[in-house]
């Protein structure tokens, strides 16, 4: 069965590469899932979770801040100025974060905790 | 002890002194060089990834984007400088202080008014000792920076471009910096990052970008969105790569600096380790010939009262 080979990628640091057999981010125009065979696209990525099928039936899920996705030749490359494991994130940080957010209603921090909550498979009121 | 011999010892213990700190920052220098170093690794596969998209997108895409297109009848340019905080690191900000001085000469000799803005104390202490304009600058973070100061800086930069140059914005926007090349050479750098000129945009083992055949991609929403959206992020990668090359420059400047004033501090206590032995010497000698002659007197004196 034909894989995709995925590289999600950070500003600093390469966060995680390996063969996977569909990618699920999203997108500035919803949710796109790319599986082997998919037209070359490029697209811009909206701050959310990034689900990665890997070939040998495992799931790993990243949060994403800002970035962009680009898939040709059954090669996915994940860029973000911000990507984070669901196990790198310190989850009680980002649900301080996020109360913290929400009293001083900053919509744009307060989207970046529910994403890393989210992704680390918090549930989010 | 005679005088000379005591001013000779206090001089070698000041030395002495002076050379275990120079050897202590050249160790601390080295160790962080290493890190730097790893550092601009850690943060190349971005930026190649970006290079080839922003590339894929502009070579595939006929978007005329302001980013890329270059004005005929550019009369502003800005040029980001990028020096150490810290001094006792030889040439390394002097260099590219000079860069960006010749830089600024050939702009203005172009019809171009240059706009500067500095990374580190040392760039901006020698603008304002010479009362020259800065138009913004950053300190504090030259020995390691991190993405979101790549990304401060960049705000500012991307503002003043996109802003039209009859209300203070400019058209062009250029790099000093320096490269890490090896231990031995960092060679200071000027680069034009906006407009983008993508016949010399370089993945980071210096093949150009363009070389590549990019596949026919579908650009959502539209190639002009992703081009919005990318090229900032290129800028700031670029910054970004560029402050993690100057700071494994200083390190490495500042390394071979210390090492070099070491050497001499240890030169400097042989020779007046030498000079001291002499002093010490010509005492002796100057004590033996007293007594001696001190005893030849006595001996003289008791002869003659026989």
Known sequence: MAELHVELVAADRKVWS????????RTASGDVG????HTPVLSVLESGPVTIRTTDG???????????????????SLLAEIAELADEIDVTRAERALELANSESDAHAGRRAEVRLVAAGRKVA | MGAQLRVYKRRIRSVTATKKITKAMEMISASRIVKAQRAV??????????????TAVATRSN???????????????????????????GGYSSNAIR?????????RSEGKDVVTYIVGRKGVSYYSFRNLPVAKSWTGFSDQPTY??????????????????????VDELHLVSTKFESMLTQTPVDARLLPLKLDEVQLSDDRPAKSEIF???DFEPSAEGVLDALLPRYVESRIYNALLQSAASEHAARRRAMKSATDNAEELIKSLKRLANSARQAEITQEISEIIGGANALADANAGSE
């Open chain 1, 58 to 76: 495992g799931t790993v899920i990243a949060a994403v801040h800002g970035g962009f996705i680009s898939f040709a030749d059954n090669k996915v």
């Open chain 2, 41 to 54: 690794a850690a943060s190349t596969p971005y930026a190649d990834e970006l290079t080839r998209a922003v």
């Open chain 2, 215 to 217: 596949p026919l991609y």
């Open chain 1, 18 to 25: 390996g063969a996977a057999t569909i990618v699920v981010a």
């Open chain 1, 34 to 37: 790319i599986m082997p065979g």
């Open chain 2, 99 to 107: 860069a960006a001085v010749v830089l600024s000469e050939r702009l």
């Open chain 2, 148 to 169: 979101g100061d790549a990304k401060t800086v960049s705000a500012d930069l991307i503002e003043a471009f996109t802003t039209e140059t009859a209300e203070g914005g």
């Open chain 2, 63 to 89: 978007a005329k984007h302001p980013l890329t297109t270059e004005n005929p009848t550019a009369t502003r340019a800005a040029v980001l400088l990028i020096t150490a905080d810290r001094g006792l690191a």
